[in-house]
Every structure is written in structure tokens, then in C-alpha cells.
């Protein structure tokens, strides 16, 4: 069995962050979203990775996995270009597949269980598509899956007004071979995109029987900022953190912190975690990182209190001021305005900024 | 709808019929390669087969 790893797509909702890289590279507990999936692939037995490229930020993605070397695996990238929907990206992996089956993986969705169950089970029939779903609480605003007793989806139904289940599907499929001769049959839709629901229901169509496999442990697609925060809690919440780097006799750490070698905690600085600190950064005294809190590479942090937020890296950030429930990107830097006059804030703020103040 | 691609024969990164008429000469994006692609590079069938249904390639 093969991946295709779906690394589109143009972030527009992870803007101003996504103007200078895409959205897969935007890291969760200090590494990147992208990496995490490459991790479910190599664990669920599969190191034949297929990166699908759009138009944006294929060089950062390349030179962030290379051919795969350092993750123990094999990458082939296929640039499908124009974003013309996930049938199109699957279609674009035909070559690359070959004969095998392939798990089909949205690179900016993160899963707490992995793959390897939605895999076994695929395996363990004669299925032309294996989709996990999980449950929600509004079935309305997702598409969704009605299944039979033995978990064989029935019918899929985009955006239902009555909702026959509550089992949405995530961004995670297995297909067999056949789904690329649906797709070569497939319309685009309204939107102008080849839609994987729409090859999903034409193997139902086909007589093909579809798996189904509900993940129990948390998903999240983090397309957006409120998104980033939340998974970054729940991986540093997950994760086993351990302590690389320097901590000062009279710094203060409490709970589960991850403190990446060559990072430095000096006196009078508080941490409490979960927390991430990443490699050289420096977190100075008077400065507190509060619960479920990530601080990227290259920073320094010197009186701020600053508590659920993300620091993605190489920021200085010298303020008394407090900071929570925030998305700071790379080279973000912020100072203190306290003895300049006329008082007041100021700010260089990017296109499509949020900021409450 | 159709799907055609084109394999670099050097590092096997493949790449859209739609982006190769875009460029129409490229340096190959697989990471080190230095072959060179063309639209040419797909056979005539599929080239006229995309030219003939471009808009379905278009966002």
C-alpha cells in the first residue's frame, strides 16, 4: 500500500500566517502539521509516500522532507498545480500508485490514533474505499456517512438537512485501484472541483463495498487559527514531554514541559505546562509561559506572561504585557511602548491580521 | 474528467498537464533534478485532448 499526502491548497483561512508558507508547515507543539501525518503513514506499515504540491510553498515543504530520508521513508512528489479538487490530487497520483491501493491523507488534518486501524480494516476485506468518520454534534455541516451493521457505508450525503447519522467523514481514506477509473468518470461540481465524495458514491454506484471506520480518539483540521490553538492543547496535552535543555536554579517548572536542547531557562522565569520551548530559545526572567503553550526556535521572551498561544519562531517578544489564545508568526516581534510618548501602540500589522487590544 | 500527467523519466516526480502548459518549458520541480520538461513532452493525443477541454483545468 502506498500514501498520497495532500499538501495544497492556499490557507486563505490561516491568513496572515499562510502569506509567506503554507498551512501544512505551521507548527503544532514545535513541529509541523505535516509532519505528524508522514508519522501515521510510516506507523500504519507505509513508506511509499506520494506529496501532492499545489501552487504554494513547494519549496518549503520539499526542503522541510526531502526525499523522506530522515523520516524513514521514500517521498515522490506529484504537483498537481491548479487546486481542482481531491479527486483531481488523487487522479494526479495514478502514475505514482501503480497497482497498489493507497491511503489518501489531508496533510493539515491531525488524528490522536493514527491510520493503522482504518488500514487493517480496509485490509481485512474486499473494499473499493475504506473512509473514517467520526461523530459529531452538528451532522448538518458536514458531509456525512449512513452505514449498515457491518460498518459498509450505504449512501453519502453532503451537508444533509436531516442527517441520517452523525458520522462525519474526516480527511483520511484508503481506495483500491478502481477509484481512479470513477474519477476519469466524474464531472466537476458546481464549484468547479472533481469532489472525492462524488468518487466515493460512484463506487458505491459501481457495487463496490465501502468500509467505514470511526475514530474514537480526537481530529482536528487545522485550517484555522482557532484550530492551531486547540491542537496544539490537545498534542501537548498527549505528549510525553522531556526536559533537553537548560533550567536555572531559581527558574520555576511545573507539569509536563518539553524544553528542546540548547534552550535556556533563566532565573525568575515561570513555566507551567504543558509547554513546549523549542531549540535557542530563551525565555528571561520575569517572564511566565502559562498551560498549553508553544514557543518556536530562535526567541526570546522577557516579561511577558503569555499563556495558550502558539510562538511559531525567531520572535522577540520584551513586555510586561499578558498574552493569551494567540498565533504569533515567524520573525513576530513585539516591544514595550511604556516610556515612549505620545502614549499609545504601535503597530505594523499584515494583511488580514487579527488583533485584540 | 480526465486526468494527464507527465512522469520526469530522471527523478520520477510527476506534474500536471496543467501545470506543464502553464510554463510549457520547466525545470523539472523534483528536488535536485535538473532535467528539463515540456508540454511537448506529452504525446500529441494528450496535448490536444487538454487544449480541447482547457477550461476544465481552469479554476
Same mark, same amino acid.
Given at each position: 500500500m502506498k500514501g498520497v499526502l495532500l499538501s495544497g491548497g492556499t490557507g486563505s483561512r490561516l491568513r496572515p500566517i499562510t502569506h509567506t508558507g503554507p498551512k501544512q508547515l505551521v507548527p503544532v507543539a514545535n513541529k509541523p502539521v505535516l509532519e505528524y501525518a508522514i508519522e501515521d503513514l510510516k506507523e500504519a506499515g507505509i513508506t511509499e509516500i506520494g506529496v501532492v504540491l499545489g501552487n504554494k510553498g513547494r519549496e518549503a515543504i520539499?526542503?522541510?522532507?526531502?526525499?523522506?530520508? &530522515?523520516?524513514?521513508?521514500?517521498?515522490t512528489y506529484i504537483?498537481?498545480?491548479?487546486?481542482?479538487?481531491? $479527486?483531481?490530487? $488523487?487522479?494526479?497520483?495514478?502514475?505514482?500508485?501503480?497497482? &497498489?491501493?493507497?491511503?489518501?491523507?489531508?496533510?493539515?488534518?491531525?488524528?490522536?490514533?493514527?491510520?493503522?486501524?482504518l488500514v487493517e480494516s480496509f485490509n481485512r476485506g474486499n473494499y473499493g474505499a475504506g473512509i473514517a468518520l467520526q461523530e459529531v454534534d452538528r451532522p448538518e455541516q458536514f458531509g456525512i456517512a449512513d452505514v449498515d451493521n457491518e460498518g459498509n457505508v450505504t449512501q453519502l450525503i453532503e451537508k444533509p438537512d436531516d442527517p441520517p447519522?452523525?458520522?462525519?467523514?474526516?480527511?483520511?481514506?484508503?481506495?483500491s485501484? &478502481?477509484?481512479?477509473?470513477?474519477?476519469?468518470?466524474?464531472?466537476?461540481?458546481?464549484?468547479?472541483?472533481?469532489e472525492i465524495t462524488d468518487a466515493i458514491q460512484a463506487l458505491l454506484e459501481d457495487g463496490h463495498d465501502i468500509d467505514s471506520h470511526v475514530v474514537e480518539g480526537w481530529w482536528k483540521d487545522t485550517g484555522k487559527p482557532e484550530d492551531i490553538l486547540e491542537t496544539n492543547r490537545l498534542v501537548l496535552e498527549d505528549s510525553r514531554l522531556k526536559q533537553d535543555g537548560t533550567v536555572s536554579e531559581d527558574a520555576t517548572?511545573?507539569?509536563?514541559?518539553?524544553?528542546?536542547?540548547? $534552550?535556556?531557562?533563566? &532565573?525568575? $522565569?515561570?513555566?507551567?505546562?504543558?509547554?513546549s520551548i523549542a531549540e535557542n530559545t530563551v525565555i528571561e526572567s520575569g517572564t511566565y509561559v502559562g498551560p498549553y503553550t508553544s514557543i518556536g526556535p530562535?526567541?526570546?521572551?522577557?516579561?511577558?506572561?503569555?499563556?495558550?498561544?502558539?510562538?511559531?519562531g525567531d520572535s522577540t517578544i520584551r513586555t510586561n504585557g499578558k498574552i493569551i489564545d494567540s498565533l504569533l508568526g515567524r520573525g513576530a516581534n513585539i516591544g514595550s511602548a511604556e516610556e515612549e510618548l505620545p502614549e499609545g501602540r504601535r503597530l505594523v500589522v499584515g494583511e488580514n491580521s487579527q488583533l485584540k487590544l | 474528467m480526465r486526468i494527464i500527467t507527465h512522469t520526469c523519466p530522471a527523478c520520477r516526480t510527476v506534474v500536471s498537464a496543467n501545470e506543464l502548459e502553464v510554463n510549457r518549458v520547466?525545470?523539472?520541480p523534483g528536488l535536485g533534478c535538473d532535467n528539463v520538461l515540456r508540454f511537448e513532452d506529452l504525446d500529441q493525443e494528450e496535448r490536444e485532448f487538454f487544449l480541447g477541454h482547457a477550461e476544465q483545468y481552469e479554476l
Open positions: 520539499q526542503e522541510l522532507l526531502g526525499d523522506g530520508s &530522515d523520516y524513514g521513508v521514500e517521498i504537483i498537481q498545480g491548479n487546486p481542482l479538487g481531491l $479527486a483531481h490530487a $488523487a487522479g494526479c497520483a495514478k502514475d505514482f500508485v501503480g497497482d &497498489d491501493d493507497f491511503v489518501m491523507y489531508l496533510g493539515d488534518n491531525i488524528l490522536k490514533q493514527g491510520i493503522s486501524e447519522t452523525n458520522l462525519a467523514l474526516i480527511g483520511i481514506y484508503v481506495f485501484n &478502481d477509484v481512479f477509473d470513477v474519477i476519469e468518470r466524474l464531472d466537476p461540481s458546481w464549484r468547479g472541483e472533481l517548572v511545573e507539569g509536563q514541559v518539553d524544553i528542546r536542547e540548547s $534552550a535556556t531557562i533563566q &532565573d525568575g $522565569a515561570v513555566i507551567r505546562g504543558p509547554v530562535n526567541s526570546t521572551l522577557e516579561s511577558i506572561h503569555i499563556e495558550n498561544s502558539v510562538v511559531i | 520547466m525545470k523539472c
